[in-house]
């Protein structure tokens, strides 16, 4: 009589995958790179502050290094810049021009971008950007010898298309990235159902491109409110921008840097509160052409 053995499998505990250890990075690397974002940030930071605490400032002040930081602060200078030199003027003459060089730079420049990324139109996008690259003080001399002979200068008109041929080529490149990253396919499926280019465009396309469109009208706002040099030849006295306007406190003799600065400050607070506000569109408008496709 045989006797038959039967054997269990034997089961093997698995073993725990062991990981590679994380890399660590070196101390060094964090000391300098805690340095380098320090320096970069009093960099940016420091001209601010300083010019903020300037405007508090009487001259005399300003020149006695001992009172750099411990002073008497005065709000002389901002009562001269609003009560007595009427900058909420200059203020709505430079939102007014570059709200309106904005507005008619989108209405031109977005449906020449949807153009050109659709039908591949590679010169004329180079042709943009010769326009970009070409430095606008070349074009000062032609465009007041021209405007003056049309008697435009000194007028909004002549400030709105200045400023548009700096917003314009800056527009349309934003836009033709964003055009880019968006399916065709879409506007193709909505031809099927009926409708045109144009109606694919308006009511898929331009939609999607809610985010590029906000990053290139904010942009080119900023852009048209700190323009200084369009502006110091082509405005008149009554179309004064505030970066013409701050030259107000510099003269022959003289300069009245506590106002000076005031003025600046003027200027500077309304796009640093925009940039604030809008630097989710900004980013990702700027970014959509690179993450979608």
């Not at 045109?196 to 590029?212: K, Y």
């Amino acid at each position: 009589m045989t006797t038959t053995l039967q054997t269990r499998p034997v089961t093997e505990t698995p073993r725990p995958v062991r990981t590679a250890p994380r890399r660590r990075k070196p101390r060094a690397y964090k000391i300098f790179r805690v340095v380098a974002l320090t320096l970069t940030v009093l960099l940016f930071i420091a001209p601010l502050v300083w010019m903020f605490i300037s405007s508090l400032k009487t001259n005399v002040d300003i020149y006695d290094a001992s009172k750099t930081l411990f002073f008497t602060p005065t709000l002389d200078n901002y009562d001269n810049v609003l009560g007595r030199n009427n900058y909420f003027g200059f203020i709505f003459n430079s939102f007014w021009v570059a709200l309106l060089s904005t507005i008619f730079s989108l209405i031109i420049g977005v449906p020449a971008a949807y153009a050109m990324s659709r039908f591949t139109m590679h010169r004329s996008a180079i042709v943009v950007l010769m326009a970009r690259i070409i430095p606008g003080v070349s074009l000062l001399v032609p465009w007041y010898f021209i405007f003056a002979n049309m008697r435009m200068v000194g007028g909004f008109g002549v400030l709105i298309l200045s400023h548009m041929f700096v917003a314009l080529p800056l527009i349309v490149y934003i836009m033709i990235s964003y055009f880019d990253s968006t399916p065709l396919e879409l506007e193709e499926q909505a031809q099927v159902d009926g409708l045109t280019h144009i109606g694919a465009f308006l009511r898929i396309t331009l939609p999607l491109s809610v985010p590029g469109l906000a990053t290139a009208g904010i942009l080119s706002f900023i852009f048209s409110w700190n323009n200084f040099m369009f502006a110091l030849v082509l405005s008149g006295a009554n179309t004064k921008t505030l970066p013409v306007a701050i030259f107000n406190f510099v003269s022959y003799a003289s300069i009245d840097w506590g106002s000076l600065m005031a003025a600046a400050v003027v200027v500077t607070v309304p796009i640093m509160v925009i940039a604030l506000f809008t630097q989710k569109y900004i980013v990702s408008g700027l970014t959509a052409g690179a993450t979608k496709g």
